[in-house]
């Protein structure tokens, strides 16, 4: 017993001993100390909230501010948006300006030039293409456009409710491009001689009417919502309301005394649309 008390009064002076060396020490560890102007739990509610929201993280709306001037230009004295605005502006009113000044001309490489544009603006996209392209990379086209879909759709031709003939056998010499309206149409009979021009189908004398140039239009109506417009003819027999059968002669053309050459002006609408009339007929 004596020998327990004796090793825990020992602990305790060896206790005593180390307090006292902290006490001169003048400080306490690190881990215990604490600052002099420590908040209560219940107190924390009224703390300044400068301790608590300080941060080094920038402010998100004052750093909008400051490069908000990016958008400006360097003079400051508007946003780049205008600037840029005008620069396409200006650009459209050119390449509009340089499209309108070759229609205006009727010069051989202006005419070729129209061509070009005209077909340009108005033949489909081949998409069938970028679909062979997509397929070889991709594996596949892709679903979310229609034009890709996987499922083929039949094509529908689209023709009138009868078999058009041709007015006559010839060459196109002006496509249909050129004004969307019609075709011109050079006789294969190139000898001079006048030349038939016939009707393609049924139908009903609309108009006969004097053109600009001198020549001829007849305007007929045909079966299966089509009319027919026969132009440059330099004679015929026909008058309004008069009926002509497929193959009858709607008039003819033939070379002036200037030996220029004749053509037929041809022309069809379907349901009050011009369409190409090389669709649908064959001058060969």
């Known amino acids: 017993m004596e020998y327990e008390r004796d090793i825990k009064n020992r602990r305790k002076k060896r206790i ?14 690190v881990l215990f ?7 209560p739990f219940r107190e924390w509610g009224a703390a300044p909230r400068s301790e608590f929201t300080a941060s080094t993280e920038p ?20 946003p780049r948006f205008g600037a840029g605005f005008m620069r396409r502006t200006i650009a459209s009113l050119l390449v509009f300006g340089a499209v309108w000044g070759i229609f205006a001309v009727s010069e051989p490489w202006a005419v070729k030039s129209q061509y070009f544009i005209t077909g ?25 456009i229609p034009i890709f879909g996987d499922k083929e759709v039949p094509a529908e031709k689209v023709t009138a409710v009868h078999e058009l003939s041709a007015p006559l056998e010839g060459s196109i010499a002006r496509p249909f491009a050129a004004s969307l309206k019609g075709v011109e149409v050079i006789p294969a009979d190139d000898s001079g001689s006048s030349v038939t021009v016939e009707s393609v189908d049924t139908g009903r004398v609309l108009s006969v009417s004097k053109e600009a140039q001198g020549g001829i239009r007849i305007t007929v109506r ?3 919502n089509i009319t027919a417009e ?36 041809f022309a069809i609408m379907k349901d009050k649309s011009y369409i190409d009339p090389a669709e ?4 060969d």
């Open 16 to 29: 005593q001993s180390l307090l006292e060396d902290q006490t001169e020490a003048g400080s306490a560890p």
């Open 33 to 39: 100390t604490l600052p002099d102007n420590t908040i």
């Open 59 to 78: 402010d998100p709306e004052v750093m909008w501010k400051k490069q908000r001037s990016s958008w400006e230009d360097e003079g400051g004295d508007g």
């Open 120 to 144: 340009a603006l108005s033949n489909d996209m081949d998409f069938a293409a970028v679909q062979v392209w997509y397929e070889e990379h991709f594996n596949g086209a892709p679903s979310f």
């Open 222 to 224: 045909h079966t299966g």
């Open 230 to 265: 026969y132009g440059h003819l330099s004679g015929t027999r026909l008058a309004v309301d008069d009926w002509v059968q497929s193959g009858d002669a709607v008039g003819w053309i033939q070379g002036t005394e200037d030996a220029q050459i004749p053509m037929l002006f």
């Open 280 to 283: 649908v007929v064959s001058f």
